[in-house]
């Protein structure tokens, strides 16, 4: 949980005082971002173990779960951009 909780937590630059020295503040995300994150990593490393053994077992491509796997990988860069930026 720390490696995610660290990757979405934001470092601010605040002028303090009357001297208006800068201070650097964190902003740490919300818990239901972090269990979101959470969630959809575990997706996405599930779903991309079950178009792998697809692939195996039936020797095809299935395009709905790689669609799924396309989605969670949007969202996630998304979430991650978003806090960052």
Known sequence: ?????????RRISVRVGRRKQRREIEVEPSERLVYAMYFAITALISL???EGIYMLVLRSFNTEIFAAITGLIGTIVGVLLTRKG
């Open 48 to 50: 991309t173990l079950l």
């Open 1 to 9: 949980m720390n490696w995610i909780k660290k990757a979405l937590t």
